[in-house]
Each structure stands twice: as C-alpha cells, then as structure tokens.
C-alpha cells in the first residue's frame, strides 16, 4: 500500500486568474461586470476563453461575447428552474469539454447573490416534491423535516462550483455588498461594508477566494475652486454649512480598511486600495504573485506553462477517478444508494417499473456484482430525478 509520503508535494503560486478564485463585491452601479468585461479583455486573447453565467441581467448594457443567460430560464415563480438548467445542463457540459477539447478557462457569476437565489428556490421545490409539502422557507424544512435547511443549501449551493474547479475552470464571483451594524462582545458597535448575502452563502464564495477585491465609491467635498476641504464651510454667522461641489471616485479596496470589511486574499503584497481600473487590477493581482515567489527561481512565464499542465493533469485525474466509479459495481452500487432517498415515493415506483423492464426485477439491489445492468439501474435513476 503507497503510504502518505508518496502524496507530499511543492506548492507555487498561481500567476493566471483561471487557476484562482476571484470575488468582486460592490454596490450599486459600482462597476462590477464592468471589471468583468474589462479584466478579461485585458488579460485574455481570445474571447472563447471566458464565460459568463448571468444569474441576473445587469450584463445588457454591455457588449460581451460569451454569456449563458441562465435568468431567463425561470421567472419570480419558477426560480429553480435557472438552478436546475446550471446544474444539470451547463456544469456537466463544460465537464465533457475540459475532458474532450476545452474551451473555456474562466468563469463568471454574476451575481453570486442571485445564485444563492436560484439554489435556495430549487431546494424548495425539491424538497417540496420529496416530502408532499409547500415549503416556503429554508427554515421551514428544518422545522418539518429531518433535514437542516441551512446545511443542505452550503452543500447544494458549493458542488457544481467544486465541480467546475475540479475540471480545472477558474472562477470569478460577482456579489453585492451592503452596510452592515456590527455588535462586538463589549457592547460596542461599528457599521461597514460586508457581504449582502448571507453567512452560509459567505462560506461558499468569500470563504473559497484567494483574492477579494471590494469596489466602493468615495467622495471629496471640495470648495468652488476644486480643492479638497479638511473641514466644513462657515457661513458669515460662523455656522456650518454643506459645500455645492465634490467629487465621486470608484475604489478598489484589496485589504480591510476602518470601514470596508470584506476585502483581502490569501496574497500578502496587496495594496489597502487603488484607483478603479482593469489596469490597476491586473497589476495589483501580478504585484501580489510576485510577492509570493521567495524561493523559486522560474519566471512568471514558465509558471503559467507549468500551471497549465498542473490543469489538464488535473482533469485526467477527474476522468480517472469518474471511470473507476463506472468500472467498479460496488462503487456503482453505492452510488445508486445515495440516490434512492432523495427521490419521491412515485419516483422510486417509476424506478422499479423501469429496473423490471430492464433486468426482469424490480430491486436493483438484486444486482450486486453485475456490472452492466448497474450502469442501466444508475442512468434509470438519474434521468428519474433530473426529469
């Protein structure tokens, strides 16, 4: 048996953002997708290479080559529809491609927020469906089921992204921010600027990033002649009063200040903030690699050939993992067992009707051991539940 040394590693930085995860968070009419479409522009040759999947609109103003528009699958009422068609049509797709003949290196989500959406939608109607109820809330399945609504949305809401790095894709996260009230244990309390979504939404996206960029808008006040004032105006009686001019300027925040929280990374050399621009995020996250290459002696160049390979060596390693569940009937087995509980009771009895057809009985566990109609009994199963 290979013992655990055989599995010790090197690690080098990432120098590309198709082999990171990258989150922007910002307000309104920060300039979000805007950073999307301008970084990948600048960073990519060729438009193939990047993907967005718009859960939500906010891209119509914009001239982009590759977006799946996953919004318009469901309406308000029919949200899990958009979940449903990620999940099982465009994940598993761009799977088949990264093990066939990739296209696409990066991935876009705007916005993370919608997603938790869509995810928290299908889980209702799923559930719904599994136990004869209207849910109409995540905590409304916990407090009629056996099951924690809360848990079951961290695990839904994180595999077709785990999926798609696992297939080598890069991520790029787009979220809303918001103004947040803070309570600390002493009683004191601060506001800042932190994630709209919320905390079980956090662990999957904030908690998965390496680096965390956080646009926020500031404002100068400035006196008639365009400089910036330290204080108020008076007016002749000595009293305070609000200037007519200032000036607004969209920041990119890359570490934590007094009031913008969510920002950082798992970079050290990362400037507090910089002026908004896909240039100046481009060379912040090129600043920050090179701050981490202290022992190599490779260029940035070579690394990013190197990373390249790490990718597709990655992704046969998928394929390998993925042929030995269908070539091993225990695996297959296992497989089927972990599915049958999340079907409804006309769902299994669609299922054995089908195990009948196929091998003359209705238990698939009659089964063990026969590799083929194992196969039959997982594909049964799976076009069941995705139906």
Same mark, same amino acid.
């Given at each position: 048996?290979?013992?655990?040394?055989?599995?010790?590693?090197?690690?080098?930085?990432?120098?590309?953002?198709?082999?990171?995860?990258?989150?922007?968070?910002?307000?309104?009419?920060?300039?979000?997708?805007?950073?999307?479409?301008?970084?990948?522009?600048?960073?990519?040759?060729?438009?193939?290479?990047?993907?967005?999947?718009?859960?939500?609109?906010?891209?119509?103003?914009?001239?982009?080559?590759?977006?799946?528009?996953?919004?318009?699958?469901?309406?308000?009422?029919?949200?899990?529809?958009?979940?449903? /068609?990620?999940?099982?049509?465009?994940?598993?797709?761009?799977? #088949?491609?990264?093990?066939?003949?990739?296209?696409?290196?990066?991935?876009?989500?705007?916005? !993370?927020?919608?997603?938790?959406?869509?995810?928290?939608?299908?889980?209702?109607?799923?559930?719904?469906?599994?136990?004869?109820?209207?849910? !109409?809330?995540? *905590?409304?399945?916990?407090?009629?089921?056996?099951?924690?609504?809360?848990?079951?949305?961290?695990?839904?809401?994180?595999?077709?992204?785990?999926?798609?790095?696992?297939?080598?894709?890069?991520?790029?996260?787009?979220?809303?921010?918001?103004?947040?009230?803070?309570?600390?244990?002493?009683?004191?309390?601060?506001?800042?600027?932190?994630?709209?979504?919320?905390?079980?939404?956090? #662990?999957?996206?904030?908690? *998965?990033?390496?680096?965390?960029?956080?646009?926020?808008?500031?404002?100068?006040?400035?006196? #008639?002649?365009?400089?910036?004032?330290?204080?108020?105006?008076?007016?002749?009686?000595?009293?305070?009063?609000?200037?007519?001019?200032?000036?607004? *300027?969209?920041?990119?925040?890359?570490?934590?200040?007094? /009031?913008?929280?969510?920002?950082?990374?798992?970079?050290?050399?990362?400037?507090?903030?910089?002026? /908004?621009?896909?240039?100046?995020?481009?060379?912040?996250?090129?600043? !920050?690699?090179?701050? *981490?290459?202290?022992?190599?002696?490779?260029?940035?160049?070579?690394?990013?050939?190197?990373?390249?390979?790490?990718?597709?060596?990655?992704?046969?390693?998928?394929?390998?993992?993925?042929?030995?569940?269908?070539?091993?009937?225990?695996?297959?087995?296992?497989?089927?067992?972990?599915?049958?509980?999340?079907?409804?009771?006309?769902?299994?009895?669609?299922?054995?009707?089908?195990?009948?057809?196929?091998?003359?009985?209705?238990?698939?566990?009659?089964?063990?051991?026969?590799?083929?109609?194992?196969?039959?009994?997982?594909?049964?199963?799976?076009?069941?539940?995705?139906?």
């Amino acid at each position: 048996m290979a013992g655990f040394r055989e599995k010790v590693k090197s690690n080098k930085p990432k120098t590309q953002l198709e082999s990171i995860t990258t989150l922007v968070a910002g307000g309104w009419k920060t300039g979000k997708t805007r950073l999307w479409k301008e970084v990948t522009e600048l960073h990519y040759t060729s438009p193939d290479d990047v993907l967005l999947m718009a859960f939500e609109d906010g891209y119509e103003t914009w001239e982009l080559d590759n977006i799946v528009a996953l919004h318009e699958q469901g309406t308000d009422d029919t949200l899990w529809k958009v979940w449903d /068609y990620f999940k099982k049509t465009v994940v598993p797709e761009l799977v #088949k491609e990264a093990k066939d003949n990739r296209v696409t290196k990066l991935i876009g989500t705007d916005t !993370a927020d919608r997603a938790i959406d869509a995810c928290t939608a299908w889980l209702l109607y799923d559930r719904g469906r599994k136990y004869g109820k209207v849910f !109409a809330s995540l *905590q409304e399945i916990s407090d009629n089921t056996s099951e924690n609504g809360w848990v079951i949305l961290g695990e839904e809401l994180k595999k077709p992204f785990e999926t798609l790095k696992n297939a080598g894709y890069g991520l790029f996260h787009i979220a809303w921010t918001k103004e947040k009230e803070t309570t600390l244990h002493d009683g004191k309390k601060y506001n800042s600027i932190q994630l709209m979504m919320n905390n079980t939404g956090r #662990k999957v996206f904030e908690s *998965q990033a390496s680096l965390i960029c956080c646009l926020f808008n500031e404002t100068s006040v400035l006196d #008639k002649s365009g400089n910036e004032l330290d204080e108020n105006i008076k007016d002749k009686k000595g009293k305070e009063k609000a200037t007519n001019f200032h000036d607004t *300027q969209t920041m990119m925040y890359f570490r934590p200040s007094e /009031y913008v929280e969510i920002a950082g990374g798992r970079y050290t050399n990362l400037p507090e903030k910089v002026e /908004y621009s896909a240039e100046n995020f481009l060379n912040v996250f090129e600043e !920050a690699v090179k701050g *981490q290459l202290k022992k190599t002696t490779q260029t940035v160049e070579e690394l990013k050939e190197e990373e390249q390979v790490e990718r597709e060596e990655k992704v046969k390693e998928l394929v390998e993992k993925e042929d030995g569940v269908n070539n091993n009937p225990d695996e297959l087995l296992s497989k089927i067992d972990k599915l049958i509980p999340t079907m409804t009771q006309d769902q299994k009895v669609e299922a054995s009707v089908e195990f009948e057809k196929a091998f003359k009985v209705k238990n698939y566990k009659q089964e063990k051991g026969n590799l083929e109609n194992l196969r039959i009994a997982l594909d049964i199963v799976s076009k069941i539940i995705e139906k």
